[in-house]
């Protein structure tokens, strides 16, 4: 079992500090009920208007806390649909009530139903329908909207996830790679929500990249921040490991880990995060190398790292994940004072990139072939029958 002997009071104090000093939210849950439909007008057939929809659209510089502040932890409610009058037989329709929220959305239900995703810019969807008009099927009588419960969970949207142990170099990275200005100290934690900057080609390619709030032993027991920041990983399509060359402790309470073991213990959590995360493509940055005596530690890793699989019977079973990581790439780097390692690792980032898009158009293509060939064998079917 991967955890440290972290201490009750140290755990509570890291975790208060933590939410006391993150605004950030990336899960809201709110009441929301469409609106009630107008009745109908048995006498001269006339419909009841719907009542208005609740629905989530995405808006640029929209945020959860935006959705949060305009809540107020009021439950929402759509308009009512008009009665059907006599002077205008067909009521109007109650008007929707429009929520802005950023991309990279999924909406729940609160018996954790998944309604939709909202990923890119436009993009809408109903959380709660408006109950139909008063009309012959319903007696006249105009339906009570939907009211449901409704979880928010927001996924940032990013090219590469920056994972880590703190005090690693991810914000460090971040710094050297974009335009990003994240804030660094050699303090663990120093980053409590997640940071997205964009890489820049001299071509104008633009790949987006994710500092994440470092993870420590034990985040699937919800140690530290635990595993919530992980999900935004899940949309990723390629992880950038970093670690230190000279390991990490997170405080002179805990064990000491080697590099290797931080390697290992990071494949471990995000196995039991989720294991398919260890399906996407992977590299490891090995950071801090201008430190005295990283060479030589780099150097009697290298085949370690290369091949962890054959490694492995060297570390105790807590250091043993079931899924061991092939890295694509490891790059010995100094994310602080080595802008040559940054731009080389730039290089690589994009070329896997542009391999895993390639791999991604093959399968569109066979799948464009395999339908055509399907149809053509549909239509000789269907001719030899006619004949
Ligand atoms: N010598 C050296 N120090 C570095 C390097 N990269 C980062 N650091 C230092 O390591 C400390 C932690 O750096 P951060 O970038 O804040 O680390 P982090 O992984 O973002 O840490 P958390 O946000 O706490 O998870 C800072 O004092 C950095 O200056 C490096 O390449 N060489
Ligand atoms: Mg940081």
């Not at 190398?289 to 079973?317: C, V």
Request: hydrophobic share 35%.
């Amino acid at each position: 079992m991967v955890q440290l002997s972290i201490c009750n009071l140290c755990k509570k104090v890291v975790e208060k500090s933590i939410f006391t000093r993150s605004k950030f939210i990336d899960s809201l849950f709110f009441h929301a009920k469409g609106g009630c439909g107008g009745n109908g007008h048995p006498k001269y057939g006339g419909i009841g208007g719907r009542g208005g929809n609740i629905m989530c659209q995405v808006k640029p510089g929209a945020t959860l806390e935006s959705v949060k502040n305009l809540l107020k932890g009021k439950k929402l409610t759509a308009a009512s649909g008009e009665h059907s009058l006599s002077h205008r037989l067909a009521g109007r329709n109650g008007e929707d009530k429009v929520i802005e929220v950023p991309a990279g959305i999924t909406a729940y239900s609160d018996v954790g139903t998944k309604i939709g995703e909202l990923n890119a810019e436009g993009e809408s969807l109903i959380i709660s329908q408006g109950g139909v008009g008063g009309n012959p099927q319903n007696g006249w009588l105009g339906k009570q909207g939907q009211h449901i419960g409704i979880r928010l969970e927001l996924k940032l949207i990013a090219d590469v996830g920056l994972v880590g142990f703190p005090n690693a170099g991810k914000s460090t990275f971040l710094k050297a790679i974009s335009k990003a200005r994240p804030k660094i100290a050699g303090y663990p934690f120093t980053t409590i929500k997640p940071n997205v900057g964009v890489i820049k080609y001299d071509d104008l390619r633009q790949i987006s990249l994710a500092d994440l709030p470092g993870l420590i032993e034990g985040a699937h027991k919800n140690l530290g921040m635990g595993h919530s920041f992980l999900r935004h990983v899940e949309r990723t399509k390629l992880i950038a490991m970093i670690v230190d060359v000279n390991g990490f402790q997170l405080s002179n309470k805990h064990d000491y880990r080697s590099c290797v073991e931080t390697v290992l213990l990071l494949n471990k959590e995000l196995e039991l995060y989720k294991k398919s995360l260890l399906d996407k493509p992977i590299i490891l940055l090995v950071n801090k190398m201008d430190k005295e005596g990283a060479q030589e530690i780099y150097d009697s890793m290298r085949d370690t790292l290369h091949n962890l699989k054959d490694h492995l019977h060297n570390y105790p079973e807590e250091f043993r994940p079931e899924k061991i990581i092939k890295f694509q790439s490891i790059v010995p780097i100094s994310a602080k004072f080595n802008q040559t390692d940054i731009g080389e690792v730039k290089l690589k980032i994009r070329h896997l990139l542009d391999i895993l898009a390639e791999e991604e158009q093959e399968v569109v293509n066979a799948e464009i072939e395999l339908v055509k060939k399907l149809k053509r064998e549909l239509t000789e079917h269907q001719g030899s029958m006619t004949i």
